[in-house]
């Protein structure tokens, strides 16, 4: 499996295949959220298959926040995710940001369980009235 940068066309084919995304993004919809910011599209792929990406972007002079990903049904529990988690807090920190911010939802535990295991730490809790729609915010420290 390789980890590369990556282009909004290639994150909208993933995205048609990742049944919990009930909207779907469109390279127009994803474009209007990056632009003027700082921003880093990455995709994992192996032999030809795109098989998940993470997108994130610069909030501040020293955060980055980790704002969309997610990996195709027939390639979870491969790696996939923790290898684009791991190459985005590299590029991360070769690009001198302190810390990565990210939310996820309740409904997601693999994501939540992900973050938890690389030592993001939560920050903030929003309750919802469906507890699964609920938001973690979690915040790491690229140099602890």
Same mark, same amino acid.
């Given at each position: 499996? @390789?980890?590369?940068?990556?282009?909004?066309?290639?994150? $909208?084919?993933?995205? &048609?295949? @990742? #049944?919990?995304?009930?909207?779907?993004? &469109?390279?127009?919809?994803?474009?209007?959220?990056?632009? %003027?910011? &700082? /921003? !880093?599209?990455? @995709? =994992?792929?192996?032999?030809?298959?795109?098989? %998940?990406?993470?997108?994130?972007?610069?909030? #501040?002079? #020293?955060?980055?926040?980790?704002?969309?990903? %997610? $990996?195709?049904?027939?390639?979870?529990?491969?790696?996939?995710?923790? =290898?684009?988690?791991?190459?985005?807090?590299?590029?991360?920190? #070769? /690009?001198?940001?302190? &810390?990565?911010? $990210?939310?996820?939802?309740?409904? +997601?535990?693999?994501?939540?369980?992900?973050?938890?295991?690389? %030592? !993001?730490?939560?920050?903030?809790?929003?309750?919802?009235?469906?507890?699964?729609?609920?938001? @973690?915010? +979690?915040?790491? =420290?690229? +140099?602890?």
């Amino acid at each position: 499996m @390789i980890i590369r940068q990556g282009s909004l066309a290639e994150v $909208v084919s993933i995205v &048609t295949k @990742i #049944d919990e995304f009930v909207s779907k993004e &469109t390279e127009a919809s994803l474009s209007a959220r990056l632009a %003027g910011k &700082t /921003h !880093y599209i990455q @995709i =994992a792929e192996q032999g030809g298959e795109l098989l %998940g990406f993470k997108i994130g972007y610069q909030i #501040d002079g #020293d955060t980055f926040y980790s704002w969309f990903g %997610g $990996v195709s049904s027939e390639a979870r529990g491969k790696g996939v995710a923790q =290898a684009l988690l791991e190459a985005q807090e590299k590029w991360a920190r #070769d /690009h001198n940001f302190q &810390t990565i911010t $990210v939310k996820s939802r309740n409904q +997601f535990p693999a994501m939540l369980r992900l973050l938890i295991r690389n %030592g !993001y730490l939560i920050e903030k809790y929003e309750e919802k009235p469906n507890t699964l729609e609920s938001r @973690i915010y +979690f915040r790491k =420290a690229l +140099f602890a």
